[in-house]
């Protein structure tokens, strides 16, 4: 499947088909996984990437106000999620890490849901079944586990759908992404791995992590494998389209790396000042993926002021209604952390129910 952009130095890197200065980059064998996509659905791209962004900065103030917890930010990693989410079907199903809000977006989650988790308010922040997308999954790598053995289910079923998962260049370093690979293989599932590799594992870089490129480690495994420009939102598109195109005709899984960038901190925890050199940041700020867009479609005379103006307004709207919905959100009371333990009460747990009313009601004056 393979690589087919060659940059300046002659080194074949990646499958890039805009460039950084948002140049359109032809493409033979993947021009026709994006030929559906004219000027307005590009622009449409466009403005997922720029209220995504928009709603990251407001949750990053909201946490930084003391409204959430935690918040994992997204900056820079736009045309990674958008691109892949919207080739997704309805009926195909996602199970990603933390710092998939774009996706979720896309998938159609409501914007209160997004942050009720990092508001600390409820361990599920949406109805999985709702949206088609399981909850964010913090345990490094699970969610691959998760995917694959849905993939294998759909596979049973006689479905044409496909399971996707969602994980980060550090995922590549735990068992759990092994093995599902392992599993996705050789049961042909049809699954989706999308590593988003940003450079960074909170504070390690991924050359320490791997001497080869990520998507080269997937072939071991014999899976099929894409490395793709991932501050590219075309080129993502086409590349999840390949893959989803193999996993619907049976042909099992497919592995791509979206090569980007962490642009912001690991976390609002984090201070990536401490070991990221300003230069490198720099560097990528110059590969932003909704200015490589934005150039693209001014060169197309698709994004003028009118429309700059009218998504700027459309993301500070969203903006107001996350932060409005988190503001409103309430405390649950003390015992409905027993509600959803089980499907169904059993004795044991309303044993301990009981237990810690008890012990609550010891607080009472």
Known sequence: MGVVTVLEDGVVVFL???????????????????????????LALYRDMVVVRRLDAEATALQRQGELALWPPLLGQEAAQIGSARMLRADDFVFSSYREHA????????????VRVWRGTTASGWDPFSINMATPQ??????????????????????????????????????????????????????????????????????VQSRVDLADRATGFGIPSLRVDGNDVLAVAAATAVALERARAGEGPTFIEAVTYRMGPHTTADDPTRYRDAAELEEWRGRDPISRLAE?????????????????GESDAAAAELRAGCLAITDPPPLAVFDHVYAERHAGIDRQRADYAHYLDGFVE
């Open 296 to 312: 693209h479609l001014r060169a197309q005379g698709v994004l003028d002021a009118a429309a700059d103006e009218r998504i700027a």
């Open 16 to 42: 890039q088909l805009l460039t950084e200065r948002g140049a359109r980059v032809p493409s033979p064998d993947y021009d026709r996984y994006v030929a559906h996509l004219g000027p307005e659905e590009l």
């Open 103 to 114: 996706v979720a977006y896309v998938r159609g989650v409501d914007l209160t849901d997004l």
């Open 138 to 207: 913090v345990i490094i790598g699970a969610q691959t586990l998760h995917a694959t053995g849905y993939a294998m289910g759909i596979r049973n079923d006689g479905s044409d759908s496909v399971a996707v998962t969602y994980f980060g260049d550090g995922a590549m370093s735990e068992g759990d992404v092994a093995e599902a690979m392992v599993f996705a293989a050789s049961f042909g599932a049809p699954v989706v791995f999308f590593c988003q590799n940003n450079q960074w594992a909170i504070s390690e870089p991924v050359r």
